[in-house]
């Protein structure tokens, strides 16, 4: 009987399995995504314990406790705010029905689009000594100077906190109800049933049941508190951020700034343990389908007034008020619309924003459709990592970035120097690549989710029936993921778009010498008191912002 032999050679057979163990190109790219989300942070780390000039003892015993007391105020001060107006908002647009109540649901979350360096332009504008305010004041009752009369003081750490409050809220108010409306009314139908009143239906009820939902909204609102810059700069409140640029810029010291960037990620590290530590316990499911959604109660009288009051006043504070001030500079001064310096920053804006925005999607879509793709365990374990530049400030990220991007630019100027003859001068930190890099790291984490939660939506079974009629890998993702995910890829885009036109501190840090972003113009003409200069900018970046909160409010409806 013949046999058949073994033809195959020993050397193919053990490339075939070398061939096997290579890393694929899945893991390859994630692997790189997750280097370059991480690298800044990692060189926060390095730098922060190896400075050239260990100033680390002169932090603590001067500046430092100055600089973290300021910071935890605003925490402690935002933090509470935003859960009281965002939490109490949210429950009256989702539990009653008020004068004003439809339009007020998506009105809430308006000042999302105005950011709150342009609430504190506007704010101090309007209540300021030679504000409408004090103005109108001494007209109406004789006063001629600030020494017949008192005012509170407007630039202060207390006002810093009620303009950041009054632009972060509608982070809880979207999360909270959105908890609010998925929970069953049979729920308060049992509580009223036996005797809960009002109050107790929302201190017994509704918000025990929305406490995750509130302590990732308020997580989400102390970060972008640690992170500001625009906002306590002009009122004059020094916090960690602010001293970033001070030990940097004016002091020269690298080290020091990466040392208080190190003390501002470990406070963003205790937030992500607490929010965590929040939701541990407190897991609440539905025990049936059959739930009825809530019936919002309908008030009469002067309640129903009374709730409509406090629905404008964050609204009014959050974006009336810096609307009206930036739009009456603006038509005092139109000739300021068609300045070269706006229309340069306008088109760096949309160059920048815009390139980020395509190359942060697509990162995103490689990382989490390889993920989806390989059963290695690489892909899987980066995952998770790359949402870390989210958590990480913008000021954080320039510092762990400028200094290795310089160090590497300098390196290669002196290499092409030496090879050609020829010096081509810095090509990263002279260049608009290092703002690209840096808004790519900052918002990776939103592409990703977004991206993720898209592909979840799509149907297992049409990737499957691809593969099986002949289409790769590459081809699956062209021809059925991508055109089902269409509007979720355009969101995403637009969302990256317009967090990367309202970033400020990266901004200033990163950007090449005479380069304007509308951001960094707002900042520029509003720090020499020159509102009418910077109404025009600031009026596009809420346009911009406007157009994601619709698109944001749009979405959430049809889901």
């Known amino acids: 009987m013949m046999t058949k032999q073994n033809t195959q050679h020993p050397f193919l057979t053990a490339g075939g399995a070398l061939w096997r163990r290579l890393p694929d190109t899945w893991s390859v790219g ?33 500046v430092l406790p100055r600089y973290l007391g300021n910071t935890l105020f605003l925490m402690g001060s935002v933090g509470l705010m935003t859960a009281m107006v965002g939490t109490g908002a949210a429950w009256l647009v989702a539990m009653y029905r008020f004068p004003g109540s439809r339009w007020l649901d998506y009105a809430l979350l308006f000042p999302l689009a105005i950011p709150g360096y342009v609430g504190a332009y506007a704010l101090v ?32 750490r207390t006002m810093a906190a009620v303009v950041l409050s009054a632009a972060l809220y509608p982070y809880v108010y979207l999360l909270a109800r959105a908890a609010f409306r998925e929970q069953s009314n049979c729920t308060y139908e049992v509580a009223r049933a036996l005797g809960t009143g009002p109050l107790g239906l929302f201190w017994r009820v509704g918000l ?48 020091g700034a990466a040392q208080i960037s190190l003390v501002i990620l470990m406070l963003v590290v205790a937030l992500l343990g607490l929010e965590r530590l929040s939701r541990r316990n407190a897991r ?21 007034w009374i709730a409509t009051l406090v629905c404008l006043v964050p609204f009014g504070m959050g974006f009336v008020l810096p609307v009206s001030v930036m739009l009456s500079h603006a038509l005092k001064k139109p000739e300021a619309w068609v300045s070269k310096g706006l229309l340069q920053a306008l088109g760096n804006t949309i160059v920048v924003g815009g390139i980020a925005a395509v190359l942060t999607v697509a990162g995103a879509l490689f990382l989490v459709y390889g993920v989806r793709m390989v059963r290695r365990g690489l892909p899987r374990l980066v995952l998770p990592i790359t949402s870390v530049g989210y ?33 081509p ?41 691809a593969r099986s009629l002949g289409r ?3 081809g699956t993702l062209t021809d059925v993921y991508l055109p089902l995910m269409r509007g979720s890829v355009a969101t995403a885009l637009l969302v990256v778009f317009v967090d990367c ?58 889901h």
């Open 30 to 62: 994630a692997a790189l995504i997750a280097f370059v989300v991480v690298a800044p942070v990692m060189s926060v780390v390095w730098l922060a314990f190896h400075p050239v000039e260990n100033i680390w003892p002169h932090l603590i015993s001067t």
């Open 125 to 156: 504008d309007f209540f300021d000594y030679s504000g409408v305010v004090q103005t109108a004041l001494r007209a109406g009752f004789g006063w001629e100077t600030a020494r017949d009369y008192w005012f509170p003081a407007v630039r202060t």
């Open 208 to 255: 025990p049941l929305a406490r995750p939902a509130i302590a990732m909204g308020v997580a989400l609102a102390l970060m972008e508190t640690v992170a500001d810059f625009g906002t306590v700069d002009h009122f004059g409140v020094q916090t960690l951020t602010t001293g970033i640029f001070s030990v940097w810029l004016s002091g020269g010291n690298a080290g």
């Open 284 to 304: 609440f499911y539905r025990m049936s389908r059959a739930t009825r959604p809530l019936e919002p109660q309908r008030l009469t009288g002067a309640g129903a």
């Open 391 to 423: 958590a990480a400030p913008g000021t954080v990220l320039a510092v762990g970035l400028l200094i290795p991007l310089a160090a590497m630019d300098h390196r290669l100027a002196d290499a092409m120097l030496a090879l050609t003859g020829f010096d």
């Open 425 to 465: 001068g810095l090509l990263l930190t002279g260049t608009a690549a290092a703002l690209v890099l840096a808004y790519f790291v900052r918002f990776f984490g939103i592409a990703q989710g977004a991206v993720d939660s898209a592909f979840g939506r799509v149907s297992p079974s049409l990737p499957l029936a």
């Open 472 to 474: 790769g890998a590459g």
């Open 501 to 558: 036109v309202k970033e400020l501190p990266a901004t200033l840090l990163l950007r090449p010498f005479n380069y304007n972003t509308l951001a960094t113009r707002v900042y520029e003409q509003a720090s020499l008191e020159r509102l009418g200069d910077a109404a025009p900018a600031a009026l596009l970046v809420m346009a911009v912002g406007l157009v994601a909160v619709w698109v944001m409010a749009h979405t959430n409806r049809a």
